[in-house]
T-cell receptor, first 111, second 107 residues
Framework: DVKVTQSSRYLVKRTGEKVFLECVQD?????MFWYRQDPGLGLRLIYF???????EKGDIPEGYSVSREKKERFSLILESASTNQTSMYLC??????????FGEGSWLTVV | KNEVEQSPQNLTAQEGEFITINCSYS?????LHWLQQHPGGGIVSLFM???GKKKHGRLIATINIQEKHSSLHITASHPRDSAVYIC?????????FGAGTILRVKS
């Protein structure tokens, strides 16, 4: 079974803090994605990566950065968390053209 | 106008009913995904299809490429089918998601 693991399920951070959300997949997938999900807005793509050290901006990259130093790990970084980044964050991975697999989600609250 | 439109937004059904959720899209696609999200967040891929029809247990997904439309059917619905069902279309490297259909099946 493919597994996509997000390291933190629930986080509470203060405004201005640096936040790391980690995602690891165990199926050697090339493509990895970070989404955020907000009520009424559905899933929106923040960043994606199609190979190690490669990244591309999604639809809402402002305020976020990513890191992919190893194929299995894709990290989302909030350099200076703000309250409008309170959301549920979902990581996903996919082998090109195939089924996409999601992690369980990370609920981030910024106070 | 969103590129992916789902209907209905909310659906309540009685256990045993046949359920249909619709997805229309306006862009060229290489594949369409149906996803299921239970309370708590995790999303599971139900189907990926680019033509025709697929069946898995009580779930059936169809797609009409010419009409840019897909349907997800649930036969003999059960309360455990209660979830959010999301349609997503692939164009290039990215998925574009519908807003989801909230399904509640009552016993």
């Amino acid at each position: 079974d493919v597994k996509v693991t997000q390291s933190s399920r629930y986080l509470v951070k203060r405004t201005g803090e640096k936040v790391f959300l980690e995602c690891v997949q165990d199926m050697d997938h090339e493509n990895m994605f970070w989404y955020r999900q907000d009520p009424g807005l559905g899933l929106r793509l923040i960043y994606f990566s199609y190979d190690v050290k490669m990244k591309e901006k999604g639809d809402i990259p402002e305020g976020y950065s990513v890191s992919r130093e190893k194929k299995e790990r894709f990290s989302l970084i909030l350099e200076s968390a703000s309250t409008n980044q309170t959301s549920m964050y979902l990581c996903a991975s996919q082998s090109s053209g195939n089924t996409i697999y999601f992690g369980e989600g990370s609920w981030l609250t910024v106070v | 106008k969103n590129e992916v439109e789902q209907s209905p937004q909310n659906l309540t059904a009685q256990e045993g009913e046949f359920i249909t959720i619709n997805c229309s899209y306006s862009v060229g696609i290489s594949a369409l995904h149906w996803l299921q999200q239970h309370p708590g967040g995790g999303i599971v891929s139900l189907f990926m299809l680019s033509s025709g029809k697929k069946k898995h247990g009580r779930l059936i997904a169809t797609i009409n490429i010419q009409e840019k439309h897909s349907s997800l059917h649930i036969t003999a619905s059960h309360p455990r089918d209660s979830a959010v069902y999301i349609c997503a279309v692939r164009g290039g490297n990215k998925l574009v998601f519908g807003a989801g259909t909230i399904l509640r099946v009552k016993s």
